[in-house]
């Protein structure tokens, strides 16, 4: 059974310039998390989907930050315009049913602005 | 935010040790999980422990956790230079959201 997939796994790109990170969750998986997890840190969470349905993005910045997963399958998260502080690696995951069940996590999309 | 916390911050062993890391958390649990970070890749999930559980084992992982002190450790025996990585608790006080402490960076030394 794959895991979660993410791309692109780097992306280098100059400040103010947009970027935008894909997610496929594990089949059968109606929960999807975005995390950002900063140099020497533990990840934060971004933003929770169950199904098409974003439940929790209160730490979403919302002036620069946006996720959708319109058929509540696949998600992008995009950032625009992208500042030098965005430096990070977005991770996605995605778990399934109901509270208490493990979740699972991608590779990461490690994103450098310069 | 994170809500847990862990100790030490990093920690180098020989093979062969066996190596323990702690967890401290502020607020009630449902479940407190483990997972494992090798550099330049993602989270490996190790083990899932509920708020009504004790302690859990798999292979040479052991996990006990311990609500009224609000804290959780995770022993590995016998360490190998392949269980070299970062390793974080985390917390889920509901709705399957889960809360990163900062991890704990382990080396082994071959």
């Known amino acids: 059974e794959a895991g979660v997939v993410q791309s692109p796994r780097y992306k280098i790109i100059e400040k103010k310039q947009p970027v935008a990170f894909w997610c496929n969750p594990i089949?059968?998986?109606?929960?999807l998390y975005w995390y950002l997890q900063n140099l020497g840190q533990g990840p934060e969470l971004l933003i929770r989907y169950e199904n098409e349905e974003a439940v929790d993005d209160s730490q979403l910045p919302k002036d620069r930050f946006s996720a959708e997963r319109l058929k509540g399958v696949d998600s992008t998260l995009k950032i625009q315009p992208a500042e030098l502080g965005d430096s990070a690696v977005y991770l996605c995951?995605?778990?399934?049913?109901?509270?208490?069940?493990?979740?699972?996590f991608g590779e990461g999309s490690w994103l450098t602005v310069v | 935010s994170q809500q847990g916390e862990e100790d030490p911050q990093a920690l180098s062993i020989q093979e062969g040790e066996n190596a323990t890391m702690n967890c401290s958390y502020k607020?009630?649990?449902?479940?407190l999980q483990w997972y494992r970070q090798n550099s330049g890749r993602g989270l490996v999930h190790l083990i899932l422990i509920r708020s009504n559980e004790r302690e859990k084992h798999s292979g040479r992982l052991r996990v006990t956790l311990d609500t009224s002190k609000k804290s959780s450790s995770l022993l590995i025996t016998a360490s190998r230079a392949a269980d070299t990585a970062s390793y974080f608790c985390?917390?889920?006080?509901?709705?399957?959201?889960?809360?990163f402490g900062a991890g704990t960076i382990l080396r082994v030394k071959s």
């Open positions: 995951a995605s778990s399934q049913g109901s509270a208490g069940n493990t979740i699972y």
């Open positions: 607020t009630s649990i449902n479940n």
């Open positions: 985390a917390t889920d006080s509901g709705g399957n959201k889960l809360v």
């Open positions: 089949s059968g998986h109606n929960t």
